[in-house]
């Protein structure tokens, strides 16, 4: 296992385009979070996943944001109608139990010209 | 006030210097992580601490429940040591997403 793997590590995109980022998680692990991390701030969490079962999301994550993990494995965020606002690091982490810790991946970096 | 505050916010030293970063938090946990973070975004767990002390290597991380604060500590630090460190807290109210400190940015000069 290569761990936690994110496509594309960096996107460029106009805005009002819509944008899709795709996470890969360790295998064997159930649980999968989404964070966004703007310049010179830690990560601020968007939402989480207990296998395919969405269980929490930030009020961060308004109606243009939306999250799936079909069938618990994979998960893809889109962003419909990009701001400018939307710029960040957009980072993945996936997890067996939270008491085991957590893996990162390398990050998606987002820019909205 | 962020529930997870860290000191300092940047720290520049020489090579080989004792490094300590600190980590404040308001509410009840069931765990502290250190994390670090290159440029370019990639993030690796270093510790995960519930109680006492952690070793490996040239890093150690400390945590005080009672005073809800912790400590990482780099020993003979060297500009491979330069990232961004980061603190990060697991509330103790069921919920199982992280809460982030805002980094210490540190930077080792040869």
């Known amino acids: 296992d290569t761990g936690v793997s994110q496509n594309p590590r960096h996107k460029i995109t106009k805005r009002g385009q819509n944008v899709t980022f795709r996470c890969d998680p360790i295998s064997e692990h159930n649980r999968l979070y989404w964070y966004r991390q703007t310049l010179g701030q830690g990560p601020e969490f968007l939402t989480y996943f207990q296998n395919e079962a969405q269980l929490e999301k930030s009020r961060l994550l308004s109606d243009r944001f939306s999250a799936e993990r079909p069938k618990g494995s994979f998960s893809t965020l889109e962003i419909q109608r990009t701001e400018q606002g939307d710029s960040a690091m957009y980072l993945c982490?996936?997890?067996?139990?939270?008491?085991?810790?957590?893996?990162f991946g390398s990050g998606t970096r987002l820019t909205v010209v | 006030k962020n529930e997870v505050e860290q000191s300092p916010q940047n720290l520049t030293a020489q090579e080989g210097e004792f490094i300590t970063i600190n980590c404040s938090y308001s509410v009840g946990i069931s765990a502290l992580h250190w994390l670090q973070q290159h440029p370019g975004g990639g993030i690796v767990s270093l510790f995960m601490l519930s109680s006492g002390k952690k070793k490996h290597g040239r890093l150690i991380a400390t945590i005080n429940i009672q005073e809800k604060h912790s400590s990482l500590h780099i020993t003979a630090s060297h500009p491979r040591d330069s990232a961004v460190y980061i603190c990060a807290v697991l509330l103790l109210l069921g919920n199982e997403k992280l809460t982030f400190g805002t980094g210490t940015r540190l930077t080792i000069i040869p």
């Open positions: 982490a996936s997890s067996l139990y939270s008491v085991y810790g957590y893996t």
